[in-house]
């Protein structure tokens, strides 16, 4: 069963499946699935349903009136209060639209949203989302219904990619609108300017959001594995370049990895939570990420 | 176009591979038009590494096209062979290539097989190769050898440039091949000699040659010279310009077994002829002239198969006497000088004969006579019987030869004559009876170089008479040794031997050991020696220990006449005195002569051969060279200043050597020489330069036809080049990986 569902985490799986709704349930359900200990889910005064006892569970919670009638071993789940909210926001520039794999860093960034945002609201957690390049395009505001997930993918479905990246305006703006302490989380590859970026993410900080970076790049991106000649056109107007690409590729690397080394230092020294994400990585690395984050937040 | 053959050996390739040399630089614009279009987003990284790298990568794919360009350049330049081109290399250096060019011009090159001689052809080379040499001008230095006169240079180290060209054209039009034969040895050593004093030049050596089997294969000596040019560096061209060689049959010889001649006495002569090709020739003929005037008749020679010979003989009568040039004359084949052979006969109106005979009724001297002019009229020889006193009275020189009968002792001044009679060529024959004075001729005639008796005289021995009338009495017979004068004895089956009876000679007081220069030429059954041999000076001394007459043997008389007549007409051709016999030289014997001072002035004049190439008569320049001769070093008893002598190897065209010496008083006498060509330059078969280069001692020798050389080069002796050549390919190749591997051309593993 766990591999079967690690099989249906690959992206190029997921990509078959055309619903962002559908890829973001299956990503869950396989993620939670795979997990042997439930660590999120807390106790709580209103029961929630039964799950069948894996090792690693608190015995605690075994149902042994279930288990006397039916002779195995059940525990009880309860629903958590909702005290965190969380704003996705999500990349939609015309960065973004490049992959060279089944899924565009786009359709990467989205999957990875929506099943943050399924995962936060399974916790209770009120979820908002929005896209954004030059500006948030569309926000939907923060909610911890249920049916709230369709909501978002809707609005993260609807939009295509387009324009260029005004980190500084997404962030400014995305700090007004939330009164709360939050938790954002940023789904972008940051090709971007990085002062204004820094100095959006130090807007949240210093309005007591709790961030989380979740940078997106595509394999070619981060390995650069291209070889004869070839003519480069950037998107979102960066330039073009005809070059022999083997040999740029060691300078290429070092720039690269210059500039996530300064994203990481720097988010390092803003205490931001910073995740590198391959577009061909399973997305239980973001999820897993988001969880650790979210467990901290608990304990905060 | 032309210019490239001095580089290459394979020049029609060079322009073509050369274009292909474009071909990495229209693959590289080509693939720089030719692109796949990316949409990417990170271009800020890309767009950095290009800033950063733009003139490391512009400068590496420059060298990597410039490597790419110089594997194709490299790669022609080993299908065309190049060739080390020292002019051109060695320009760069400030040096020059010093070529020797060796003309081969023995008679061997006369050959006409082709459509043109072969010696023509080797000069249409050189002047090719000159020309070409001209397009790098100091940067070439020449030599030029003739394989005849290696030490008389044409041209000696002289930079080769239009002025030395415009100077050699006229001399080499008019360079004839010469009639000698010549061994390449010598022009190779004196190439080598050149070559190993001119030290920080680049050698070569072009030996332009017919390459005959003869001259190169097989000769030790010739490998040990090219071996030796190789240790001074020295790459060695031969160059065959030789056609395939046609028909050739040479006169081998021409001689006559009867060397004195009379006018009007029949005068046998025999040639020999050989056929050279690796045909059978059929009904060869040839032809006699004498002094130029075509004999009646031709003479048959038959069928020669391949390397076979045939002697052939024709009996000629001269009309007249004095001197006659007989030559004998094959028809034309592909070498017309060997067709030919001559000799020079001085026929006499008589051949004078001095027979001394010092007993009283001179029976023996009877016999002699008989035998050599029993008819003047065919033997030609006129016999002057005298006693010892003709000796001192008569000028010797006038006799062929001395017989000296029955000589019971003779004055000082007449041994004195003797002695100079024949250390100037004359001959003698002794045959001395029972009155010979013993003592004298063991002591007057056997002083120490000057010996005229080459025996001690011992005791008579006689054959004692049996008691019983009937028995026969053990007669000696004599044995002879394989001899010219006894050859009628020592013919197979000859009866004469046993039919000559000896029942007293001389039996010598050392008759077991023969002094040194003494040769037995016969002796007795019973072990004694009878005839023996010696010289002094140019003279011999045939010594009979018997006497000519029929006292002592039945030789004279029958059935031993028959072969004492034969053996008389041998021996006065034996004796006779070589300036009377036939006259012949081969070109390339020095010519050496020898006389008395008071018989010719020191003023010689040799009349040299017309020259037979001459293409109009003035041009027939007969040669006229004066000489002096100087006195030959002291021999023996004669004084330092007595005789007169030179020795010349001017003599270098066949046909009629004429040597004219003065008396004192002015008259001028003639001595008359047929000069013929060398025998050995006949055989025109080529050598198989497989053979020759199969030699281990030789790397650098190289092998090639005279039409395909255009210009002086020192190559092949590229093998050198071939692998530096190879070597600079594969490192070009290695080094392009190693960079294109860098540059990351070749997709590596990547995990």
Redesign the interface.
Known sequence: MTRDLERYLRPEEIAKISRLELRARHVVEGFVAGLHRSPYFGQSTEFVQHREYVAGDDTRRIDWKLWSRSDRYYIKQYEEDTNVRVVLLVDGSE????GTGPLT?FDYARTVAAALSLLALRQNDSVGAGLFDTGIRTLVPGSSRRNHLQTIIANLSADRTSGRTDITAVLRRAAEMMHHRSIVVLIS?F?CDRQALFRGLQLLRQRKHEVLLVHI??DQ?L??????????????Q???????????????L???HR?LETIRRRCAAAVIDYELVRTSDHLDAALSRFLRFRLGMRGR | MSWLAQYFLHPAFVLPGLALAAVPILIHLLSRLRYRRIRFAAMEFLLQSDEQNRRRLILEQLLLLLLRVLAVVLIVLLISRLVIDPSGLLLLRGATAHHVLILDDTLSMRDQSGSVPAFERAVAVLERLLSTGTWHPRSVRITILTTTSPDRPLVTDRELDGALLQELIPRLKNLRCSWKAASPVPALNAAAGILSADSGITPAVHVITDLRHSDWIDRPDVIQALADLEAVNAGVHLIRVAAEPGDNAAVMRLHSDTSSAAAGVPWRLSATVRNLSEKRMTDLAARITIDGQEQPGRVRIGDLEAGGSQVVYHDLTFRSPGRHLVSLHLDDDCLAADNVRSLTVHAAAERRVLVVDDRGLQEDAGFVTAALSAEPRLTGIVSDVRTSEALTSEPLERFDCIYLLNIRELPADAVQQLIRYVRSGGGVAWFPDEQAATDWYNTALQQTDRELFPVTLGVIQEISVPDDPSAEPPFAHPVFEDHPVFEVYTAPDSPFADLTRFEKWFRPADEHEPRPGVRVLGRLTTGDPLVLEHRLGRGRILTFLTSAGRRWSNWPVPPAAPAYVVMHLRLHAYLQRPDDSVGRLEIGEPLSMQWSLRDYTNLVELLLPADQDAATAEDSDEGLVRLEARPVPPDGDRAADDVLGFTTERIDRPGLLRVRRFTENGNAEETWLAVNVPVTESDLAPADPAVLLRSPELKDVRVVEGDTVSALRTADFGRELRWVLLGSLVAVLICEQLLSLRLSFHPEGRG
Do not use: H, N, Q, V
Not at chain 1, 95 to 98: A, E, G, H, R
Not at chain 1, 238 to 252: E, H, I, M, W
């Open positions: 960065s973004m639209d490049f860093k590859d090709l790049l595509d991106e390995d650069f594995d291209y070889s004869g000649t070839l003519r480069f056109e950037g998107l979102e960066t330039g073009r370049l005809t070059c022999d690409p083997a040999a740029l590729r060691s300078g290429y070092d720039a690269l500039y």
